[in-house]
């Protein structure tokens, strides 16, 4: 598999997302490839790329953890820095699902106040780790100047919505709920709601974002 998987628009794209996977699955998962497909239909390229701990794990077929969030950064990083000088120069958002969103958030604003970056999308952000409400990674999001979009599960053991409403989140920070959905944004039979139905509507959520933004620039 080549290192980036491209979703590109039918015509000339508005603007470039780089989407980053989750800690345990990859590029090319359920998740990563129905959202960029339906985000990229929306006139917006989606550029999906994976960390070094993923390329290993696909190069050798052996589960392996996440990089250290600094080696995380630094790849996400170069990933930005390889965008950045297309000759395109079309306006770059980033973000990624659960892991893949919280290293993008902690480099958003020093790219955005660098007038490299227009916008962050977080993807079921994790708030906190899974059983462990007190660890909270939400220290950098208080003051947050990137314009920001967070989709977010109702039940999500990462940060549901009662938690979340008292986090204090930066003012840039828009927080979207899926009704009844988990991590993954997968609702219970019960609620009416459907898997697929919560990833188009998270999709067309981070469609509606990037086109804001556009307009406001």
């Given at each position: 598999?080549?290192?980036?998987?491209?979703?590109?628009?039918?015509?000339?794209?508005?603007?470039?997302?780089?989407?980053?996977?989750?800690?345990?699955?990859?590029?090319?998962?359920?998740?990563?490839?129905?959202?960029?497909?339906?985000?990229?239909?929306?006139?917006?390229?989606?550029?999906?790329?994976?960390?070094?701990?993923?390329?290993?794990?696909?190069?050798?077929?052996?589960?392996?953890?996440?990089?250290?969030?600094?080696?995380?950064?630094?790849?996400?990083?170069?990933?930005?820095?390889?965008?950045?000088?297309?000759?395109?120069?079309?306006?770059?958002?980033?973000?990624?699902?659960?892991?893949?969103?919280?290293?993008?958030?902690?480099?958003?604003?020093?790219?955005?106040?660098?007038?490299?970056?227009?916008?962050?999308?977080?993807l079921g952000y994790p708030f906190h780790p899974r059983g462990k409400p007190e660890r909270l990674r939400t220290e950098h999001?208080?003051?947050?100047?990137?314009?920001?979009?967070?989709?977010?599960?109702?039940?999500?053991?990462?940060?549901?919505?009662?938690?979340?409403?008292?986090?204090?989140?930066?003012?840039?920070?828009?927080v979207v709920w899926l009704e009844d959905g988990d991590h993954d944004f997968k609702p219970r039979k019960a609620s009416g709601?459907?898997?697929?139905?919560?990833?188009?509507?998270?999709?067309?959520?981070?469609?509606?974002?990037?086109?804001?933004?556009?307009?406001?620039?």
């Amino acid at each position: 598999m080549s290192e980036w998987l491209v979703d590109r628009p039918t015509g000339e794209p508005r603007a470039r997302f780089l989407f980053a996977h989750g800690a345990g699955a990859p590029m090319d998962s359920d998740f990563m490839s129905a959202l960029a497909g339906t985000v990229s239909a929306q006139g917006i390229e989606v550029v999906r790329f994976e960390f070094p701990y993923m390329q290993e794990r696909r190069q050798s077929g052996k589960r392996r953890p996440p990089n250290p969030m600094p080696q995380l950064q630094k790849a996400f990083a170069a990933q930005i820095d390889h965008w950045l000088s297309q000759e395109d120069g079309l306006p770059l958002f980033i973000g990624g699902k659960s892991m893949g969103g919280r290293v993008a958030s902690l480099l958003a604003d020093a790219r955005f106040a660098a007038g490299q970056l227009y916008g962050l999308v977080c993807l079921g952000y994790p708030f906190h780790p899974r059983g462990k409400p007190e660890r909270l990674r939400t220290e950098h999001l208080a003051d947050l100047q990137c314009p920001a979009l967070v989709v977010q599960g109702t039940r999500d053991p990462l940060g549901n919505a009662e938690e979340v409403a008292g986090y204090g989140l930066s003012e840039s920070i828009s927080v979207v709920w899926l009704e009844d959905g988990d991590h993954d944004f997968k609702p219970r039979k019960a609620s009416g709601f459907t898997l697929e139905g919560h990833w188009q509507a998270a999709a067309k959520h981070v469609a509606e974002f990037i086109q804001k933004q556009l307009r406001g620039s």
